[in-house]
């Protein structure tokens, strides 16, 4: 079956513009996960959709990052009025509501801000 | 403070022997761990899972232990092969159930022909 689907795959863009990156999970998938890996780094998590629950967005790095869950389905990160700081590879994870589960990548968009 | 550290950044071996990986954590007790394999441009792929009374797992030539007493997971590929060369994290659940993964730096493998 499909797995989990990201786009775009590239993405560059002006300092200071708006980015909305998108998130297919799989489907039948409850919980959607959002990471950030930045060169030579670890994936740092963003924030966490689980069912119909308010989200966690602890790992968000400013107010300017947000992110919506549309019909329990698709995902959209959005981030406002980007730095050259928030270019990284943004990763979308999905897993299902059974625990202890692994989670599946998209394979995620990569985004350079100039 | 909380804290994974992998082994190394970076580790080569000759084709056909076997690569063990170390996966330290501080700070941290899990319910599990999961190892992944990253590939270039690609995004994580699910390898394994260990439970915490679990002591060792197994699938095909891939092995991981976990000891919650020392702290410490080690994964191994035998009969390594230049297709194995990857990038290999680990990941902590320390809350249990569907909660995002706390990720080491990883560890990249080269298998050397």
């Known amino acids: 079956g499909a797995g989990v689907s990201q786009s775009p795959s590239n993405k560059v863009t002006e300092k200071g513009k708006d980015v909305e990156l998108r998130c297919d999970p799989i489907s039948g998938h409850t919980a959607l996960y959002w990471y950030r890996q930045s060169l030579g780094q670890g994936l740092e998590f963003l924030i966490y959709f689980q069912g119909n629950s308010a989200p966690d967005k602890s790992g968000l790095p400013s107010d300017r990052f947000s992110a919506e869950r549309t019909g329990g389905s698709v995902s959209t990160l959005t981030i406002q009025r980007t730095q050259q700081e928030d270019s990284a590879v943004y990763l979308c994870?999905?897993?299902?509501?059974?625990?202890?589960?692994?989670?599946?990548f998209g394979d995620g968009t990569r985004l350079s801000i100039l | 403070s909380q804290k994974i550290e992998q082994n190394s950044e970076a580790l080569n071996i000759q084709e056909g022997k076997t690569a063990t990986l170390t996966c330290n954590y501080t700070?941290?007790?899990?319910?599990?761990l999961q190892w992944y394999r990253q590939d270039p441009g690609r995004g994580p792929v699910f390898l394994l899972l260990?439970?915490?009374?679990?002591k060792e797992k197994r699938k095909e030539r891939l092995k991981v232990t976990f000891d919650t007493t020392l702290k410490q997971s080690l994964f191994h590929i035998t009969a390594s092969q230049p297709a194995d060369s990857a990038t290999y994290l680990c990941a902590l659940d320390v809350y249990s159930g569907n909660t995002p993964l706390v990720f080491g730096k990883g560890t990249r493998l080269s298998v050397i022909a």
């Open positions: 700070n941290y007790s899990p319910a599990y």
């Open positions: 994870a999905s897993s299902s509501t059974v625990s202890n589960q692994p989670q599946h």
């Open positions: 260990i439970r915490e009374n679990e």
